[in-house]
């Protein structure tokens, strides 16, 4: 039930009332929390209304009295179906095109069979897994907590961690396990955050060192260094597709990363791989390495050039040109679908922050290659032997380039990472037998950390990051802790909002000014309506 009938506001003041402060912002503050309150009033008439014509029990579903649970699921989940489908045809087809405008072939952008056939651009099946996990689950969840309301007969917190946690079985509509346990970690690290947040809003708890200014960052750089480890010494443990992704964007070849990890084993290393790759980037070379050498040197890792300064200048812009389109799609397309109407009312300002943001992410990626490059040549520069450790500790480093990236987004950063990072040593540990090998593991973690976030999307939603709050909200068809977004506008309910929508006096008018035609309040007005 609203605050506004739980207790009562007491009656302002003459000396505190809003039309007599001589603060104008103050008076526009009061004038909003009165009119949040009055919309809160409104909301609850309504729902009461609505409760007399329906019934006591129907009353707990929170959609449209003439639609049904089964319809508003059919169509939440048909809704989210196109959305996510969207999205992740978008982003393919505008990679296709930056991979056509690349070759120089600009006339081909015009030939939608060469931009859109099914042999160069393969993303059909995986858009409807996309779709069908978006979709899914939004229709499942949905449909359950209607049943779960009508079956308690009562709404408690209860219906939320379990609707979130069996809609989370959508997920098996990917049928790879390495992206499964990817979303899974990605979204405990949100839990996580979620609960901490709530705990340290609550003075019940808080880490060390949370109010540090730059702790986000300090974060991310510790979890690259395990990753890029890993992705020396123990590539196994990270899956495929991010293997892949490293290797492609970075600027040393397979052979010599293979003989780096044999090397800081003390194992015998596969000097004809090396030299081949070697030969193949300068003919001219006259590098050899020993089959048991204690490190490799950097002419073997950078052969086509003798100058590490220019291989690091070299290894940026290419990183730069590889990365761009990708970063430009990632950051375009699901702006557009998911705001088009935002899109449309300012195209040109959203291509430009488009394009400014994938500038930035680009920038900052492309300086982790170049400083990652940079300390291996700067160790072999000083020191005879190789270690593992090295390339820990040059992972770490190299991950302060994110202070290039804006401050929002180095968490975002940091939490992407970090399961990944954390995947990584679970692995190593698995391996070892230290832990269990448990199967179909990260569906179980999937459907738990769904039963959390929508218990803290709806109860505690100022707990969760804004950029996972409303990317979930979108997907719900902004049903989840706005209930009354929906509600039917009555005669008193247009009456009421007409009546707001009128221009109010301003609180005191000094002499020379003129009121502001533009400064007008309305419910519409407030966010989140």
């Not at 009562?8 to 001589?22: D, G, Q, V, W």
């Not at 000083?382 to 090295?390: E, G, N, P, Q």
Request: hydrophobic fraction near 40%; glycine fraction near 6%.
């Amino acid at each position: 039930m609203p605050s506004s009938f739980s207790k009562p506001t007491p009656p302002s003041s003459p000396n505190n009332s809003p039309l007599l402060s001589h603060d104008p912002s103050d008076a526009d503050l009061r004038l909003r929390e009165a009119e949040e309150r009055l919309r809160d009033a409104m909301a609850e008439l309504q729902r009461r209304q609505r409760s007399a014509a329906r019934g006591c029990q129907a009353d707990l579903c929170d959609h449209d009295a003439d639609v049904s649970c089964v319809a508003n699921a059919i169509g939440n989940l048909c809704q989210s179906f196109l959305l996510s489908y969207g999205v992740r045809v978008g982003i393919g087809i505008l990679l296709r095109a930056f991979k056509l405008a690349r070759g120089h072939s600009y006339s081909s952008l015009l030939d939608l069979k060469q931009l859109v056939s099914e042999t160069d651009l393969i993303v059909r099946e995986e858009a409807c897994r996309i779709g069908l996990l978006f979709g899914g689950f939004t229709g499942s969840y949905h449909l359950l907590r209607c049943c779960l309301r009508k079956w308690r007969k009562k709404e408690t917190p209860l219906n939320s961690v379990l609707a979130g946690s069996i809609a989370g079985l959508s997920v098996l509509a990917l049928d790879d396990s390495n992206q499964r346990r990817t979303l899974a970690l990605y979204l405990l690290a949100r839990l996580g955050q979620a609960a901490y947040n709530s705990a340290k809003s609550k003075n019940k708890f808080h880490l060390w060192g949370s109010h540090w200014r730059h702790g986000d960052s300090l974060l991310f750089s510790l979890a690259c260094a395990q990753v890029m480890y890993a992705f020396i010494m123990r590539p196994e443990t990270l899956p495929k597709s991010y293997r892949e992704f490293i290797q492609k964007t970075g600027p040393v070849a397979r052979p010599v990363y293979q003989a780096v990890r044999e090397c800081c084993r003390g194992g015998p290393i596969d000097v004809a791989s090396l030299s081949a790759y070697i030969s193949s980037k300068n003919e001219a070379s006259d590098v050899k390495v020993e089959e048991f050498a204690s490190i490799i040197p950097c002419s073997a890792i950078h052969p086509n050039t003798n100058s590490c300064l220019a291989q690091n200048a070299n290894a940026m812009s290419a990183t730069f040109k590889k990365t761009f389109p990708l970063y430009f799609s990632l950051t375009f397309v699901p702006y557009v679908v998911l705001n088009l109407q935002r899109f449309m009312a300012s195209p040109y300002r959203t291509s430009w922050h488009s394009i400014r943001d994938s500038v930035r992410s680009t920038s900052f990626l492309s300086a982790f290659v170049g400083i990652f490059q940079a300390f291996i040549c700067a160790h072999r520069k000083v020191a005879s032997k190789d270690h593992k450790i090295v390339y820990w500790f040059a992972g770490g480093v190299a991950a302060l380039s994110v202070m290039l990236e804006k401050k929002p987004r180095r968490s975002e950063l940091a939490l992407y990472v970090l399961p990944r990072a954390g995947d990584s040593l679970w692995e190593i540990l698995v391996n070892r037998h230290v832990l269990p090998d448990i199967k179909n593991a990260e569906v179980a973690v999937f459907c738990a950390c769904m039963g959390g976030i929508m218990y803290y999307l709806e109860h505690e939603p100022d707990t969760l990051a804004p950029f996972l709050r409303g990317l979930i909200r979108r997907f719900l068809a902004s049903q989840i802790s706005n209930p009354s977004s929906k509600i039917r506008q009555s005669s008193s309910y247009m009456y009421l909002q007409s009546a707001l929508e009128k221009p109010k006096p301003p609180p005191e008018s000094r002499e020379g000014e003129t009121p502001k035609a533009e400064e007008k309040y309305n419910l519409e007005a407030i966010p989140g309506l």
